[in-house]
């Protein structure tokens, strides 16, 4: 059985819950001390939410399951950076081989009108450079998550195949080689 929720973890017995519990660990930040509030009659759990709330990490499980990652021997990058330009910007996600980008966008970033601006300016580096940037924000995610799919796929087949060469920068990043 594949636990997903609350109620599936409550449909195990009391000897596998128990069990399941002393495996798994709080998920904190690095030494930082979890404060919970409990009001009366709640519990607060110290655990991931599963699935997670955060439309983000949806949208790259499933371009990560229908795309594969890159240095899986996938399409899908992530955190690339293009160089050339007058700083080093990550795009959230890439599909190197097809130079087409996607970036999540939300107001939480773009505060200020600056912000606004560089925002501009790193997608106006793609561009120039021959990228294709597609923008998604979270109510595209939660309201039309198959539509954009589907976009992405559409814009995917009109760009033609051209191997990239890649690298790891740090963990999660990669970056372009231009030959």
């Not at 050339?84 to 773009?110: K, T």
């Not at 009108?113 to 501009?120: G, S, V, W």
């Not at 595209?140 to 790891?168: G, H, P, Q, W």
């Amino acid at each position: 059985m594949r636990i997903k929720t609350q109620q599936d973890l409550q449909q195990l017995g009391k000897a596998a819950q128990k069990a399941l519990a002393k495996h798994l660990k709080p998920q904190a930040p690095a030494r930082a001390k979890i404060h919970t509030k409990k009001a009366k009659g709640t519990t607060v759990s110290n655990y991931c939410k599963y699935p997670s709330p955060d439309p983000a990490n949806w949208l790259h499980a499933a371009l990560e399951r229908q795309y594969g990652m890159f240095f899986d021997g996938g399409e899908l990058a992530r955190e690339l950076i293009i160089p050339g330009g007058e700083q080093r910007w990550r795009f959230d996600w890439a599909w190197p081989n097809y130079r087409v980008v996607l970036e999540q966008d939300g107001y939480g970033p773009h505060k200020s009108l600056e912000a606004f601006k560089k925002d501009r300016r790193k997608q106006l580096h793609a561009l120039t450079h021959g990228w294709v940037v597609i923008r998604s924000t979270n109510e595209d995610i939660r309201e039309r998550f198959n539509s954009l799919l589907n976009d992405i796929e559409v814009i995917l087949s009109y760009r033609d195949y051209a191997k990239a060469n890649l690298r790891r920068v740090g963990n999660t990043q990669c970056e372009l080689i231009l030959e």
